[in-house]
């Protein structure tokens, strides 16, 4: 069973415009972050300590190009874009031609199901989430590209086109918030691991080709059923798994009896039980396997964020500044 540490607090008079000590999110907290964007990057070029450096960075292709033309070969032409067949059969070099493409789509998946609904330090990873998508949205958004989104909970999927407009971005956020505010401590909401197989499945026909996808999740219920389709999206777009987890999970503290809940089933739990440590580590520690090797065989880059720290700053950590 999936077991999600409950804060105790009332929602009796919370509005949606306002935070809640890291349990829930709200569109003012998601909008501020538009400031917070410097310092990382999702381009290819990355520095040394970069997690998208070396290999990743190789893999990531950037803003696409669009041929152009073929045209005869003029003195200080890369050698590379020569057009052999043209060049055999005129008996002259000709070099093809491309053009930058205007934008590069970005499609982020963002987990709101009530494995989420978890957190023992400064936020919940359903908030870490949040702020992981609405960073990665307004930086897509001032690179001049389009983002699109997929966000989910146990029994809902709402898909949102990509499109280049401060208003996408605004309704992706408040689509995030909106689900947020679905988890509830009392809720009777049955948790669903099934749901990642479905909305990676998804997501595997809704993007062509040279698209970025962001997959913001705690990995929850993933099995290999999501191998093939994370590998056919992943051979001909960039994919980037952020992993949320929140430092409870590797390590559970000895308090004593603890309440923990899983939708509308509560569990009084000895934290001092050596086998509640090893069950409550052994789940974390096979989800983060599963997505390393997954990560591993495809050169996708893997990048773990806990919900201890802010979440700008540990991107800006572990991806870096961009490199012009």
Partial sequence: MDISLQPPFKQDGFRETESHNGVYTSL?????????????????KQPINSLLSGRHASLLRGRGL?????????????????????????????????????????????????????????VMKSVAAAEAAALAAWK???????????????????????QRSRSRVVEILNTIVKMNRKLKPDGNIKPNGSMIDRVIARVRGMVPHDWLVAMISDGFGADDGISRPVTEIAEHNDLISLFIYDPLEEQLPQVGNALFGSGHERLE???????????FADD?????????????????????????????????????????
């Avoid at 003012?28 to 290819?44: H, N, R």
């Avoid at 897509?140 to 990509?162: K, T, Y």
């Avoid at 739990?269 to 069950?279: N, P």
């Fill in 66 to 122: 669009n041929f152009e033309e073929i045209r005869r070969y003029l003195p200080g032409d890369d050698v590379r874009t020569i057009d052999w067949h043209v060049t055999a059969r005129t008996l002259q070099p000709h070099v093809r031609v491309y053009t930058e493409e205007r934008d590069r789509s970005c499609f982020l998946i963002v987990d709101q199901r009530t494995s989420m609904f978890f957190g023992s330090k400064r």
């Fill in 284 to 324: 974390f520690a096979r989800r983060l396997v599963f997505f390393k090797e997954l990560a591993r065989e495809r050169n996708m880059p893997l990048i773990p964020l806990s919900t201890a720290f802010e979440i700008g700053e540990q991107l800006r950590e572990l991806i870096g500044r961009r490199i012009l």
């Fill in 140 to 162: 897509v958004f001032h690179s001049g590209d389009r983002v699109g989104a997929i966000v989910f909970n146990d029994s809902e999927i709402i898909e949102l086109s990509p």
């Fill in 28 to 44: 003012a907290d998601l909008s501020k972050l538009e400031f917070k964007t410097q310092g990382f990057s999702f381009l290819p």
């Fill in 269 to 279: 739990v000895d934290t001092a039980s050596r086998f509640v440590h090893k069950a």
